[in-house]
């Protein structure tokens, strides 16, 4: 990218790329006291405990049986939102560690195991639940409060009066922890975070309508006003996305709302501080700070993006099969199952197989009483652009195609053998060469500036981690295994899929079968 006045965006995706031969500027520095903890601690005797309202027979943590008599409570309260918070993000495996500690898988992915997104419920007029912003405590599944009483006006003014948040009287709002990531991943650790973040919402989005609930991601708010409801320092902690949780029964969709990716201003020319991590830079610089801008920004929710290679010489049309999750609690089951996987066995892909992930990944719909409706779960999908690189497929030449959702089809930009190549763009692994595809999300970063300021950097990852998640579910009632892949050559893979300059690399996901055969 050799923008003349580059954005804080532009010059943060510049320095954070990782290169052959130029990767001890990223090396890991003597940690004297350990990296920092993935979790929040609120010491509090008000905590709300939520394992009761699980759906399981046994305590998750422990393994001991759970009261066959549970608390009372209501499906559109705690039994709804304990389910949705758990499937979210929640505590789905323990492993013990050296020294009497334990590491603890997520719900979600997350590069490294580092798990930077913090989650807060956000709550009126329930039954059961006094009104408030609570702090999801994962490691015991509870909740603390933060904000007691009162407060649904300022969270809607700070979001633009957002129609489906009005519908709601539930609300998530999620942060990024920077210091999780930062220690490892030095300023990509911003990177990371989005992504990370993307993956959890991924989860929410399939899990919230078996809970009774509708999503709607809110990514256009007043970020000082967010970072205040929930008393953050943005230097440490900052509002990523906010999800309104309106009840199915009564959703009315006309009234949801449009898009909801407002711009904020672009940096263009400005000078980065050489005394402020570029990583807070480019978080603040994408601040939107005008509530004016809630009005004169407001867009019709985005179409999906499909101009790519449009006079390829071979266009392949997919099937839209749906992937069958099995009978009820067959989502929550494949959430528990999902693990990244470690290796893939030397295996193809079939052409049907594909054809349901990809439709699956890019296409969600919202379950309405008279049919699934079109989901507006993705802040702007025009803005990515979709590759993929097929290793082994027997009913698909090996070879790179772009990928046109809108019309589900792929369209051959270059045919060969590059299992080689894809191992190498992913830093050597060989989920790169072994997987029988790769999915990678690319886009035009000028444009997306154009439209959206430098806030556009947040909108694209968490677009793209929230695909990746899709990809990573979609894939196991297949009998397929996921990999997403943050780290990667940037300018090889550019050179790779032949991007133009002004394009950067968001993410790849690996798919393959699970396993062996080396």
């Known amino acids: 990218m050799t923008a003349r006045n580059p954005t804080i965006s532009e010059r943060f995706h510049e320095e954070t790329k990782y290169a ?40 998750p943590f422990t393994g001991g049986p759970l009261p066959d008599t549970r608390p009372d409570a209501t499906e559109a309260g705690l039994y709804g939102l304990s389910r949705l918070l758990f499937f979210t993000n929640g505590v789905t495996g323990i492993m013990p560690m050296q020294h009497g500690t334990h590491h603890y898988f997520r719900a979600a992915p997350s590069a490294g195991g580092l798990y930077p997104t913090e989650i807060y419920l956000a709550v009126r007029n329930l039954p059961d639940l006094a009104d408030g ?25 700070a979001t633009c009066a957002n129609g489906a948040l009005e519908q709601a009287n539930a609300a998530l709002l999620f942060t990024g922890c920077w210091s999780r990531g ?48 929930l008393f953050v320092d943005d230097t440490e902690e900052g509002a990523l996305l906010i999800a309104a949780l309106p009840r199915l029964e009564s959703l009315n969709l006309d009234q949801a709302g449009g898009g909801t990716a407002l711009p904020s201003p672009a940096s263009h020319g400005v000078a980065p501080d050489p005394n402020d991590p570029l990583l807070h830079q480019l978080h603040r610089a994408g601040y939107v700070t005008d509530p004016d801008t809630c009005v004169t920004a407001r867009r019709a929710f985005p179409d999906t993006r499909d101009h790519g290679f449009e006079d390829a010489d071979e266009v392949i049309a997919l099937e839209h099969e749906p992937i069958d999750f099995g009978a009820d609690g067959g989502v929550e089951r494949t959430i528990l199952a999902r693990r990244s996987a470690r290796q893939f066995a030397r295996a193809g892909i079939s052409l049907a197989e594909l054809g349901a992930l990809l439709s699956y990944a890019y296409q969600p719909t919202l379950p309405m009483s008279q049919g699934n409706a079109p989901s507006r779960q993705m802040f702007d999908p025009t803005l990515l652009d979709s590759y993929l690189i097929v290793n082994r497929s027997g009913d698909l030449a090996p070879g790179i195609y772009y990928y046109a959702p809108g ?30 595809c790769l999915v990678i999300h690319t886009a035009d970063l000028d444009e997306a500036i154009q439209r959206y300021g430098d806030r556009a950097y947040r909108y694209l990852h968490l677009d793209a981690g929230h695909i990746g998640q899709r990809l990573n579910l979609g894939a196991l009632p297949l009998g397929l295994g996921a990999s997403g ?18 394009h950067l690399v968001a993410y790849i996901t690996t798919i393959g079968h699970s396993g062996s055969d080396r």
Not at 134 to 157: C, I, K, M, T
Not at 485 to 502: M, T
């Open 20 to 59: 052959e031969g130029d990767m001890d500027k990223f090396a890991v520095p003597p940690l004297t006291s350990g990296p920092p903890e993935p979790f929040k601690d609120y010491h509090t005797e008000q905590a709300v405990n939520l394992i009761g309202y699980l759906p399981f027979d046994r305590h």
């Open 133 to 157: 912003i609570y702090n999801y405590q994962v490691r015991d599944h509870s909740l603390a409060p933060v904000w007691e009483g009162g407060f649904w006006a300022r969270l809607g003014a």
């Open 407 to 436: 019309r589900h089809e792929l369209r051959l930009m270059r045919a060969g053998d590059l299992g080689d190549a894809a191992r190498h763009i992913c830093l050597g692994q060989d989920l790169g060469g072994d997987a029988a």
């Open 182 to 229: 930062t220690w490892r991943y030095r300023d990509r650790a911003y990177r990371r975070a989005l992504l990370d973040t993307g993956h959890v919402l991924g989860n929410l989005t399939v899990i919230g309508p078996t809970c009774g609930y509708g999503v709607f991601p809110i990514g256009g708010f007043l970020d000082a006003a967010i970072n205040n409801l």
């Open 485 to 502: 892949i943050g780290g990667f050559y940037d300018d090889a893979v550019s050179r790779l899929l032949a991007l133009p300059d002004s």
